[in-house]
């Protein structure tokens, strides 16, 4: 790109109001690529990626829909944390997994504290299901959008499991 030419990568940004807090979405032309709790609201430029983020996000909350089709790609990450959040998504609707059960679906067994720290950085909340990650012993551990949310989550996507 030259010098004062367009800027091809222009950000967008859209706000959901679910029923566990504000929720920002961020996208460039090519997807979205961020979905995180935040506590306020500020300006927003959306584009239809984001308004169909928001829709579907709305079904997600609604017990309507399972599963996202959403235009989304990884704006950040190491190959070892792309690698755990691809993992994340094979995680079925109403489901949990272990941190450990990540791990050796990665093939690296000894990775706990690491896939938990991959978890922690997953900027695409709800889509990427970090939320449905739990400790070997059943607990609920660490939610960047708070414990609570974490159980709220996995509670609303047990109550619609079996209807979806």
């Known amino acids: 790109m030259c010098k004062g030419g367009l800027n091809m990568d222009k950000e967008f ?55 996202f089709d959403i235009d989304m790609f990884y704006n950040k990450g190491t190959p070892f944390q792309i690698k755990v959040w691809n993992a994340l998504k094979t995680i079925p609707y109403g489901c949990t997994c272990s941190y450990k059960e990540i791990a050796c679906k990665i093939g690296n067994e000894k990775a706990v504290r690491a896939v938990g720290g991959a978890n922690n950085k997953n900027n695409l909340a709800i889509i990427i299901p970090c939320h449905r990650v739990i400790g070997s012993n059943g607990n609920l551990i660490g939610y960047n959008g708070g414990l609570w949310k974490k159980e709220w989550l996995l509670n609303h996507e047990g109550k619609f499991k079996n209807l979806l």
């Open 13 to 67: 940004k859209g706000y959901y109001r679910s029923p566990i807090g504000i929720i920002e979405i961020l996208a460039k032309d090519k997807g979205i690529f961020s979905i995180n709790f935040v506590d306020n609201l500020s300006e927003s430029v959306t584009n239809d990626l984001i308004l169909n983020c928001i829709t579907q996000l709305d079904d997600y909350f609604k017990g309507l829909r399972k599963d």
